[in-house]
């Protein structure tokens, strides 16, 4: 028997950050770019943009701020509290992922 | 922030037992009957039956089986591993609430 699962987190009872959208935050963290990431989600920009607007208003500060000018002519960014929102998720998952795995040996032992 | 999610368990990486079937079984076992548990699921009696024979194929003994004669003209009984299956599919549920809590907790201290 194996156990799996998924967990997601919630703000005023909306979804505010899964595995896909946490993904999504990565991909605009390393190419600088909504549109970019999107592109590597596989997802089109105005699906991505709504994330990061849903992201960014259920969180107590910007999670992905637009920067303007520049040489590129601009981009966005994930914020320093963005990026330790990826961290703690992905802290997070490794707790999940280990309280699965005890529930799995609890399972196999018993049944 | 709400920590929220769902678990499952597979056997040969198929659907095994998730909290939809858990409590199939625990009306088949209050009805005695594989009909009027799914009435009162709101599921047909063959969606219904095709759910039990997954589960029993999977399963290494027979979960539910079903009687044949006596007053009522038969009916389905849940086995003795399936009242262990579902006695220990409950406790795992408390102990992956019980998680979920604990990455909560853990979530709104650190962000």
Same mark, same amino acid.
Request: positive net charge; hydrophobic residues 40%; without cysteine.
């Given at each position: 028997?194996?156990? %799996?699962?998924?967990? !997601? ?10 595995? &896909?959208?946490?993904? @999504?935050?990565? %991909?605009?963290?390393?190419?600088? *770019?909504?549109? #970019?990431?999107?592109?590597?989600? #596989?997802? *089109?920009?105005?699906?991505? !943009?709504? @994330?990061?607007?849903?992201?960014? %208003? ?6 992905? /701020? #637009?920067? *303007?000018?520049?040489?590129? &002519? ?5 914020? /320093?509290? &963005? ?6 998720? +992905?802290?997070?998952? /490794?707790?999940?992922?280990? *309280?699965?795995? +005890?529930?799995? /040996? ?6």
């Amino acid at each position: 028997m194996k156990v %799996k699962g998924n967990f !997601w987190i919630e703000i005023d009872s909306k979804s505010f950050l899964g595995k &896909g959208r946490i993904e @999504l935050l990565k %991909k605009i963290d390393k190419y600088g *770019s909504i549109s #970019k990431a999107a592109k590597d989600m #596989k997802m *089109s920009y105005k699906a991505a !943009w709504d @994330l990061v607007d849903i992201i960014n %208003k259920l969180a107590k500060e910007n999670v992905v /701020e #637009k920067i *303007s000018g520049g040489k590129g &002519g601009g981009g966005s960014v994930v914020t /320093e509290y &963005g990026k330790k929102l990826i961290a703690f998720f +992905d802290e997070a998952e /490794e707790r999940y992922k280990q *309280s699965l795995k +005890d529930i799995e /040996e609890f399972l196999n032992k018993e049944i």
